[in-house]
């Protein structure tokens, strides 16, 4: 059975751009890359932006078709210490935010942004419970 997700691999069709908002917009260390791929730090996770022609290899053409040019539909939610904090300096570093930190009901503060390719981020923080 399935127990956890160690690492995320997202395809992108533009993997300079996505190297660069990752690496200088959101400060992720690079562990490795070559042409078409490149590892991040994170920890206790494995994170990989792999270019789209590298799925060919890992998958197959059919596969390949179906991640070029269509929107992306995943999110990827992202514990932080202090979602406001977090906020303030992407914003800083130019990440255009979709919405605002905003307690949810549900018992976390979050906040959303895209990618460039447009994968969904959601930086969140747990709300601690009201005595």
Same mark, same amino acid.
Not at 44 to 68: C, P, R, W, Y
Not at 77 to 85: G, I, K, M, Q, R
């Given at each position: 059975?399935?127990?956890?997700?160690?690492?995320?691999?997202?395809?992108?069709?533009?993997?300079?751009? %996505?190297?660069?908002?990752?690496?200088?917009?959101?400060?992720?260390?690079?562990? +490795?890359?070559?042409?078409?791929?490149?590892?991040?730090?994170?920890?206790?996770?494995?994170?990989?932006?792999?270019? *789209?022609?590298?799925? *060919?290899?890992?998958?197959?053409? !059919?596969?390949?078709?179906?991640?070029?040019?269509?929107?992306?539909? *995943?999110?990827?939610? %992202?514990?932080?210490?202090?979602?406001?904090?977090? +906020?303030?300096?992407?914003? !800083?570093?130019? *990440?255009?935010?979709?919405?605002?930190?905003?307690?949810?009901?549900?018992?976390?503060?979050?906040?959303? +942004? %895209?990618?460039? !390719?447009?994968?969904?981020? !959601?930086?969140?923080? %747990?709300?601690?419970?009201?005595?």
């Amino acid at each position: 059975m399935i127990e956890k997700v160690n690492a995320v691999v997202l395809f992108v069709e533009d993997l300079d751009r %996505a190297m660069r908002f990752y690496r200088d917009t959101l400060g992720l260390e690079i562990v +490795f890359s070559d042409d078409v791929s490149i590892a991040l730090r994170l920890a206790g996770q494995d994170f990989a932006i792999v270019h *789209v022609s590298a799925g *060919v290899k890992m998958l197959n053409e !059919e596969v390949l078709s179906q991640l070029t040019g269509v929107s992306r539909r *995943v999110m990827l939610c %992202a514990d932080v210490d202090n979602v406001d904090e977090v +906020f303030a300096t992407f914003s !800083e570093r130019g *990440v255009a935010f979709i919405k605002p930190p905003i307690s949810q009901h549900w018992g976390w503060r979050t906040a959303y +942004f %895209a990618d460039p !390719e447009g994968n969904i981020w !959601e930086l969140r923080q %747990a709300i601690p419970p009201q005595p």
